[in-house]
């Protein structure tokens, strides 16, 4: 007989005993079997279908319970279907003794698992003993069926409970169908209508049970009411047998349903974390695109023709720092502390470090902002050169345009002069007067030849600085240059003549040559000198008008002298005069020789003494302007030695504090939270720098010898100062986020610092990023790694297959049946198709799917 003591022992002390009492089993087969041969009749049924709801997972089934065990392939086969075990090999052979091995491998394995076979025989069961069958099958169901049922649950005691009913004292009550129905109800309330089952129709009763197990619980119909009802005591084995039926199916459903909270948890923090990513390669993008849009318009060098659409260039520029930069500096400190907080998130749920798609990594998006810096610092570098170019040209045009005006003013006629024909009818005296007005206009000639080339000079200047008007002063030059040849050439040819002339001609007037002389010259002088005195100038500091304001100084020390010259040649006008009263001549007409009258020169002379002082105002408004220029720099650079020191020292102490984070975490946080507010709050000083930097700017100031800082440098400073404050709070709540996830102690964190001070930050496992250096953070993520139990994708995997009924795929749904709608779906839409050898139309692959979500490492 079966000795079941070694494996009742561990039920006896959890709760109700689910067995009867040892002394009665060993007994218990003959007189049940040879009392009630209804009771046989129960039990055959009920194992023959309870040993076919494990045979149909190896594609087979028993008829006849003692005929088909007799060669003990199927017995051998359906104890590794319920066991997961792999028996020894059976023997082939159809001879009597090839069975009894086969049997006796069978009998030997129940008896490894620590049940005692008394009274049954190898030789009964291939006999085809109906009693010594029935035992060794119930044998089985005890150990296999039954008493995990005591083992695993008796621990509970509404568990215990509910097995008590299958003992002796309860199997009479399961005869109403009541406690079937009541059984499922228990579980799935939406496959029994309790409330409308009557305790006195028990047939319907106990075939609603039976039909609703086999269709909705894949549990087989293993008795039938009538038996049940028609026995006045149903066989208490087939009770239990088919009642342990109900335990496994239920388990497996809670297992299942544990399986799916663990997944939709898994698959909560990947939903979230894809979010993340997803906003992340959003933000980037965006940035990039930015990025890629404003370098272009910086790096367009396309020149302007005037100096007012240059400073409109230069005012737009102004406008893109003052409004549409700003904000980027944040979207891009933002980005940064979004992408330290996505791989916190990542690391505290064990996934693999995010990895942004290609080009979107912060290193990229800093490498594309310092391009656009440097497109910035090239751009307003370039301005300024334009506009100092710019001014230049409109300067040097200015002056070709009163130069070449004063030329044509005084070539105006020139030419008709030059090819008159006056010597041929004039008399000797006329014809030396004509010699000698020709002598004086080679003088003036010769004079003007200096304006002439300074002309030349500054077109060739205008064209080679690319002057958008150069083919009109080209043009105006070159009819300048032709005129002055063809003037050469007239005079050349008139001297000529009048030379030929000259030797019949005698008579000269002296005197009027003599002025004549002296008077062309001087009045060229005067022409030049209030040509000098209109002249425009440009300075860029004080030492410049200085220099001006030297020169003009030194040019009226020479007007005493001038004016003498001009009083001597008004003398020699005084002269003729003089003579012509005394000897009673009387002058036709004014010199011959000259156009230049004593009136005109004493014109000029007054205009030229009205221009000193109009040159001396000038230069003086300079002075001033070039004084309030330096006043500019030096405000500037006064505010600047104060706030670039001050930027300096603010990095220092953020560094610093950095190190030495003193008290709790939120303490810091505060703490660090109010010193990026009084860091904040010195932004009124940056914005009062810029104000005095635009005002420079709008100056034309392009140098500054009381500071070495440029605003370019105090912004770059200014933004990574308010970027490293907000990185270091940053890190703060990262810290606080993984000490909430993590479990960690203050005291912990305080232990993680000091170990962290004697870190070997070389480390790759603490750096994911490969960036070059170890953050605290890091190290926490790190220590805390080592302390803290997470899910992990072999978690995952035994959790689908759970859902998957032991399959190695999963179908569509299985998934909608287990996990929330949205879950269920996220899953399918990820889940490649199953390939492996056992696959079915529909199925899924939940292996690839976990390890895609840990990453291979982690398998």
Known sequence: MVDYHASNNQASSGGPAVYMDPREQENDWDRDLLLDPAWEKQQRKTFTAWCNSHLRKAGTQIENIEEDFR?????????????????????????????????????????????????????????????????????I???????????????????????????????????????????????????????????????????????????????????????????????????????????????????????????????????????????????????????????????????????????????????????????KVQEK?????????????????????????????????????HNLEGAEKGYEEWMLNEIRRLERLDHLAEKFRQKATIHESWTDGKE??????????????????????????????????????????????????????????????????????????????????????????????????????RAAPFNNWMEGAMEDLQDMFIVHNIEEIQGLITAHEQFKSTLPEANKEREAIQAIQAEVQKIAQYNGIKLSGGNPYTTITPKSIDDKWHKVEQLVPQRDRALQEELAKQQSNDHLRRKFATQANIVGPWIQTKMEEIGRISIEMNGTLEDQLVNLREYEQSIIEYKP????????????????????????????????????????????????????????????????????????????????????????AVTFQAFIDFMSRETTDTDTADQVIASFKILAADKNFITAEELRRELPPDQAEYCIARMAPYSGPDAKPGALDYMSFSTALYGESDL
């Not at 479990?743 to 603490?766: A, C, M, P």
């Open 71 to 139: 060669d003990g392939l199927k017995l051998m086969l359906l104890l590794e279907v319920i066991s997961g075990e792999r028996l020894p090999k059976p023997e082939r052979g159809k001879m009597r003794v090839h069975k009894i091995n086969n049997v006796n491998k069978a009998l030997d394995y129940i008896a490894s698992k620590g049940v005692k076979l008394v009274s049954i025989g190898a030789e009964e069961i291939v006999d085809g003993n109906a009693k010594m069958t029935l035992g060794m099958i119930w044998t």
């Open 685 to 772: 000083n940056i914005d009062q720098l810029e104000g005095d930097h635009q005002l420079i700017q709008e100056a034309l100031i392009f140098d500054n010898k009381y500071t070495a800082y440029t605003m370019e440098h105090l912004r770059v400073g200014w933004e990574q100062l308010l970027t490293t404050i907000a990185r270091t709070i940053n890190e703060i709540e990262n810290q606080i986020l993984t000490r909430d996830a993590k479990g960690i102690s203050q005291e912990q964190l305080h232990e993680y610092r000091t170990s962290f001070n004697h870190f070997d930050k070389r480390l790759v496992i603490v750096d994911p990023n490969n960036s070059g």
């Open 141 to 327: 169901i005890l150990r296999f069926a039954i008493q995990d049922i005591s083992v695993e649950v008796c621990s509970d005691a509404m568990q215990c409970r509910r097995l008590s009913l299958i003992s002796r004292s309860h199997i009479d009550s399961w005869k109403d169908g009541l406690a079937f129905n009541a059984l499922i109800h228990r579980h799935r309330p939406e496959l029994i209508d309790y409330d409308k089952l009557r305790k006195d129709d028990p047939l319907t009763n106990l075939n609603n049970a039976f039909e609703v197990a086999e269709k909705y619980l894949d549990i087989p119909k293993m008795m039938d009411a009538e038996d049940i009802v028609g026995t006045l005591r149903p066989d208490e084995k087939a009770i239990m047998t088919y009642v342990s039926c109900f335990y496994h199916a239920f388990s497996g459903a809670q297992k299942a349903e544990t399986a799916a909270n663990r997944i939709c948890k898994v698959l909560a923090v990947n939903q979230e974390n894809e979010h993340l990513m997803e906003d992340y390669e959003k933000l980037a993008s965006d940035l990039l695109e930015w990025i890629r849009r404003t370098i272009p318009w910086l790096e367009n060098r396309a020149p302007e023709k005037t100096m007012a659409e240059m400073q409109q260039k230069l005012e737009d520029f102004r406008g893109y720092r003052r409004v549409h930069k700003p904000p």
């Open 416 to 517: 008709a002069m030059l090819t008159q024909k006056d010597y041929e009818t004039a008399s000797l005296s006329e014809v030396k007067a004509l010699l000698r007005k020709h002598e004086a206009f080679e003088s003036d000639l010769a004079a003007h030849q200096d304006r002439v080339e300074q002309i030349a000079a500054i077109a060739q200047e205008l064209n080679e600085l690319d002057y958008y008007d150069s083919p009109s002063v080209n043009a105006r030059c070159q009819k300048i240059c032709e005129q002055w040849d063809a003037l050469g050439s007239l005079t050349q040819s008139r001297r000529e003549s009048l030379e030929r002339t000259e030797k019949q001609l005698e008579s000269i007037d002296e005197l009027y040559l003599e002025y004549a002389k």
């Open 333 to 369: 400190c933002q980005l940064e502390i979004n992408f330290n907080t996505l791989q916190t998130k990542l690391r505290l749920s064990n996934r693999p470090a995010f990895m942004p798609s290609e080009g979107r990594m912060v290193s990229d998006i800093n490498g594309s902002w």
